[in-house]
Structures are given as C-alpha cells and as structure tokens.
C-alpha cells in the first residue's frame, strides 16, 4: 500500500505551459506539504494545507498555486513554467497535534522531477 | 530565517567503519531534531529523531543531542554500502510541522 503517492513521476514541458501535479496519502493525517528539490539536493517547503486550510505560504511566485480539495490531496498548479522551476517536487503528510506540534515524522511522496526545457 | 547547516561531504567511509555526520542549528529554542537518509532518485525517509540531550540509539544508528552547543550528531556504525546516500538533518520551525532541512551531507562506504 502507497502511503504517499504522486503524479506523474516525470514531467518533461516547454517553458510557458502550465502543469499540474497531482498528491495524496491516505495515512489518515491532517496536514500536507510541497517540497521543492533543487539540483544541488536542497530541500525547502513551499506550502502546507492542515484540514484543507493553507497554514504555510513560504516566499514562492505566485505562479504556484497549491490547492486541497479535501485533507487526503494536495494538488500543485504551475503556471508559466520557467527554466528555473526544473526540480523534484516532493508532496509530504504528517500528523500535526494541538497547537500545531509536530507528532509524527513526516511521509514523503516518491517525488516529481519536472524539467522544463 | 533560522538555519540548519551540514557539511554537504562526500564523506567517503570504509566499510565498516564509523560515519560520523554533523549538523548545527541557530534556533536555540528548538526542541526536535530528525535525520533522514535519502538515496539517489528516492525521497526522504526517517531514520532517527532526538529530542532530549544525550545519546539515542536504534541499531546501527546513534543520534547525539547537545542542546548547550546546538549541534546534533549521527554516528552509523559497522558501516555498509547500503548506507551510502544523503543524510538529511531536519529541525522544526515555528508551528504546523514546519521543517527546516540542512543541504545534506552524502556519505560514500566504500568496499
């Protein structure tokens, strides 16, 4: 059973076409993530839903839209693409407690390696 | 913005040597520390997480926690080659989860 699933696994585009990538868990948890995977490793959250509510909006053009229409998916909307989106992309899920405390690690998807020509 | 720092390596061990790998953190308020391991081409997965000062060990894995001097360490002893891949600290920041990862740092076993 696939605790974290993406898709695609891969997304090869043009510069300027819009794409989507599509994320769910089905571990039970309340609140998800988009990472972002440059080339040199490193790993910086985009955005986090808990309950369907955006909760983290970290700096990111605007041309990223995430959107969740229910807590068990979590979908990311890119719009003009550009040479520097080429990345993996990770969707993640955790359990967050009262307070909004980390309770439990947090579930990685297996990754979405755009690259954008 | 809080930081979290690694050396990126690569750190190349013999195998069954020990790899000691490092991270420091500025958040002097941080309470939790993970490490992940990831392979090439494969996403993060958990190996330790730390809390209290001291040592934490789960098999082969030793996690160390110096809150005083903000640094925590991995230990992997008997190293093997199934063990290269990058390792991945990670401290929470703020509420909701939020973690800030280091770069990484690639540890090689070498036959």
């Known amino acids: 059973d696939t605790a974290v699933s993406q898709t695609p696994k891969y997304l090869v585009t043009q510069m300027g076409n819009d794409k989507s990538i599509k994320c769910e868990q089905n571990?039970?948890?309340?609140?998800m993530y988009w990472y972002k995977q440059d080339s040199k490793k490193f790993l910086k959250i985009m955005f986090s839903?808990?309950?369907?509510?955006?909760?983290i909006n970290e700096t990111v053009p605007n041309r990223f839209s995430p959107k969740s229409p229910d807590k068990a998916h979590l979908n990311l909307h890119i719009n003009s693409l550009e040479l520097g989106d080429s990345a993996v992309y990770f969707c993640a899920s955790s359990q967050v407690g009262l307070a909004g405390v980390l309770t439990d690690t947090q579930y990685f998807g297996p990754g979405t390696r755009l690259t954008v020509l | 913005q809080k930081e979290v720092e690694q050396n990126s390596g690569p750190l190349s061990v013999p195998e069954g040597a020990i790899a000691s790998l490092n991270c420091t953190y500025s958040d002097r308020g941080s309470q939790s520390f993970f490490w992940y391991r990831q392979y090439s081409g494969k996403s993060p997965e958990l190996i330790m997480f730390?809390?209290?000062?001291g040592d934490k060990e789960d098999g082969r894995f030793t996690a160390q926690l110096n809150k005083a001097s903000q640094y925590v360490s991995l230990l992997i002893r008997d190293s093997q080659p199934s063990d290269s891949a990058t390792y991945l600290c990670?401290?929470?920041?703020?509420?909701?989860?939020?973690?800030?990862f280091g770069a990484g740092t690639q540890v090689v076993v070498t036959p």
């Open positions: 571990l039970g948890h309340d609140t």
């Open positions: 839903y808990n309950n369907k509510e955006l909760i």
């Open positions: 990670a401290v929470p920041e703020g509420s909701w989860g939020k973690l800030q």
């Open positions: 730390i809390y209290s000062n």
